[in-house]
């Protein structure tokens, strides 16, 4: 897919604020400073379409932005920082919890893993939550520059193997890398694909 246009819309923490539009909507969501706002860039070819910073945890908002004009990328906040309250998690996790059981035009999800890391906690009962539900995802592992070319299919079977503890069959992945472009065709290509479907 190309990128015509990419540009905001809208932020909030209310679901029944984003936008009316019925257009099928893909969201991106993971542990803070998992590179989920370099991967938005990235994939829009923007410089700061997302903001990206070394601070973790400052994207608490459901943040909607409009691609080609046919379909919305959501940017979601990132969980699991500590030093973000628990009352204020507690309220992250609710209206999160609120925009995937009620966002009816939610066609992906797509759950960022840094691809350094041993699966973590946080990240598989996120993914269970989605199962449970119902909601469809993908993964993608980022930051796929930062290992070596042996590591980075250990740690992919690592996590494999960890996900069939829980699941039948495994989602589909992708590989990415923002700094090399690494895995921007074959998302776009999956999220054309679905738009199509
Ligand atoms: P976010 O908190 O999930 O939005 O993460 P950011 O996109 O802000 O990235 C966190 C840090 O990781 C920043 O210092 C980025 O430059 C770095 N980073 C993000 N993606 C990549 C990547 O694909 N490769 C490398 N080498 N660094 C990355």
Redesign the pocket.
């Given at each position: 897919m190309k990128i015509k246009s990419a540009e905001f819309v809208i932020s909030n923490t209310d679901v029944f604020k984003c936008p009316k539009e019925n257009l099928p909507e893909y969201a991106f969501i993971?542990?803070?400073?998992?590179?989920?706002?370099?991967?938005?860039?990235?994939l829009t070819n923007h410089k700061s379409l997302?903001?990206?910073?070394?601070k973790?945890?400052?994207?608490q908002l459901i943040n909607h932005f409009i691609i080609n004009k046919n379909w919305f990328l959501v940017d979601l906040p990132?969980y699991g920082y500590a030093s973000v309250s628990k009352d204020k998690r507690k309220t992250f996790q609710k209206f999160i919890k609120d925009y995937f059981n009620k966002r009816m035009q939610l066609a992906c999800t797509f759950v960022?893993i840094d691809s350094r890391h041993a699966p973590q906690k946080i990240d598989l009962e996120f993914m269970e939550f989605l199962g449970i539900n119902g909601i469809p995802f993908c993964i993608v592992f980022?930051?796929?520059?930062?290992l070596n070319k042996s590591t980075l299919p250990k740690n992919i079977e690592i996590y494999k193997k960890e996900l069939l503890e829980y699941w039948e069959e495994l989602p589909t992945y992708f590989i990415?890398?923002?700094?090399?472009k690494?895995g921007r065709e074959e998302i776009l290509d999956f999220i054309q694909n679905v738009n199509d479907s």
């Amino acid at each position: 897919m190309k990128i015509k246009s990419a540009e905001f819309v809208i932020s909030n923490t209310d679901v029944f604020k984003c936008p009316k539009e019925n257009l099928p909507e893909y969201a991106f969501i993971g542990r803070s400073n998992v590179g989920k706002s370099s991967l938005i860039n990235m994939l829009t070819n923007h410089k700061s379409l997302a903001k990206t910073s070394g601070k973790p945890g400052k994207t608490q908002l459901i943040n909607h932005f409009i691609i080609n004009k046919n379909w919305f990328l959501v940017d979601l906040p990132g969980y699991g920082y500590a030093s973000v309250s628990k009352d204020k998690r507690k309220t992250f996790q609710k209206f999160i919890k609120d925009y995937f059981n009620k966002r009816m035009q939610l066609a992906c999800t797509f759950v960022l893993i840094d691809s350094r890391h041993a699966p973590q906690k946080i990240d598989l009962e996120f993914m269970e939550f989605l199962g449970i539900n119902g909601i469809p995802f993908c993964i993608v592992f980022t930051k796929a520059d930062k290992l070596n070319k042996s590591t980075l299919p250990k740690n992919i079977e690592i996590y494999k193997k960890e996900l069939l503890e829980y699941w039948e069959e495994l989602p589909t992945y992708f590989i990415s890398s923002s700094t090399d472009k690494t895995g921007r065709e074959e998302i776009l290509d999956f999220i054309q694909n679905v738009n199509d479907s």
